[in-house]
Nanobody
Framework: QVHLEESGGGLVQPGASLTLSCKASGGGTFAMGWFRQTPGKERQLVVAISWDGGNTYYTESVKGRFTISRDNAENTVYLQMNSLKPEDTAVYYC?????????????????WGQGTQVTVSS
């Protein structure tokens, strides 16, 4: 049973940085993604990365500010978030696939973490 555990969320001021981590255990996960959700809205893909890190996807609103990376030896994916804005406030979820190809749809990810809250506020 694959288990994904996120860490690194918190409360920060606008312009600050945070790094989220997602560690996989109990089995392999290949392509990964970070989604986020705010109350009353659907969960949306923020970033995604293929198994080898060679392909990535960033939603337009985070391009140039967020960076996804992975350490396969540690079974961990990271999301470096810089220049955070209040509109980045959400619960961030790590998601994993069992194939290596990058995906962008929620239904393509069978494994999910519990989520970690990111709040950007002055």
């Amino acid at each position: 049973q694959v288990h994904l555990e996120e860490s690194g969320g918190g409360l920060v001021q606008p312009g600050a940085s945070l790094t989220l981590s997602c560690k996989a255990s109990g089995g392999g996960t290949f392509a990964m993604g970070w989604f986020r959700q705010t109350p009353g809205k659907e969960r949306q893909l923020v970033v995604a990365i293929s198994w080898d890190g060679g392909n990535t996807y960033y939603t337009e609103s985070v391009k140039g500010r967020f960076t996804i990376s992975r350490d396969n030896a540690e079974n961990t994916v990271y999301l470096q978030m810089n220049s955070l804005k209040p509109e980045d406030t959400a619960v961030y979820y790590c998601a994993g696939r069992t194939v290596g190809l990058l995906a962008m749809h929620e239904d393509d990810f069978p494994h999910w973490g519990q989520g970690t809250q990111v709040t950007v506020s002055s």
